[in-house]
């Protein structure tokens, strides 16, 4: 008979009913003849510096066995984390070997321990309109997607279009562009692959040695003045392709805004 093995853990994510992971709960508990029995402690979210402080303290009084961390913790975390002990045939073996090598890197200390593996991972996408670039003779991105510059000529073309569509129409608006620019890590993440895509090389808002650099990097100040002219351009004949709204979205309301 499978032994009963109680699990402290600090998500929700973990219910054998429920979750995502039920498959991998059912092949875990064949594999080592164990009951699981998960207690749920201290469940908040994962992303805070507040969180952060959480599941310290409870590692340092040895409240709980299993944490689910944002990767950006992982080496601040790293002395109160135990290395994954993966053998041949586990079941952690075949979650590990889905994963793409530089993600499972993000959960790896500096001598390569494995303190974690990604339960998922998030991409940024643009959403268009399809139906608005066939009107305005607009063909798809390919292969290589748009650039911003290509992105912002798009933006204007669809909204003065819309705008002279529905010029007699009341109250009617339109954006060209939405995006998450409320002050948190959303904001961040658009300046990232906007400042990437400004320019060769892909560059970042943080140096070599972990530095932000804001004001000191041309491309990565010409990155984010473009994102200030999309809400206030400078050009005397310009159109905002965003609203100053963007300011208080974050990607929910962004979601709902777009659909």
Known sequence: DA???RVSVDSDLF????????????????????????????????TTDIRKEELAESARRR??????????????LAPLLAPIAIAP???LEDIRAGVPADMLAQFQDEDGAQLGLPMYNEYGFLYYRADLLRRYNISEPGPEGWTW???????????????ARHSGT???DFDGYVWQGLEYEGLACVAEEVIA???????????HDGEVILASDPQVKEALQRMVEWINPQGENELAISPASVL????????RRFC
Not at 63 to 76: N, R, S
Not at 248 to 255: F, G, L, Y
């Open 3 to 5: 032994r009963p093995l």
């Open 15 to 46: 219910n054998r009913n429920q979750s995502p992971f039920k498959e991998y709960i059912e092949e875990f508990e064949r594999q080592h003849a164990v009951q699981l029995e998960f207690v749920y402690d201290n469940v908040h979210d994962t």
């Open 63 to 76: 409240l709980i066995d299993v944490a689910t961390i944002d990767c950006i913790y992982v080496w601040e």
């Open 89 to 91: 045939g586990d079941v």
């Open 149 to 163: 510059d290509e992105v912002e000529d798009i933006a204007r073309t669809v909204k003065r279009g819309q705008l």
């Open 170 to 172: 009341r109250n009617y």
């Open 197 to 207: 895509g400004e320019g060769p090389g892909g560059k970042s808002y943080i140096g």
């Open 248 to 255: 208080t979205m974050e990607e929910s309301r962004v979601q």
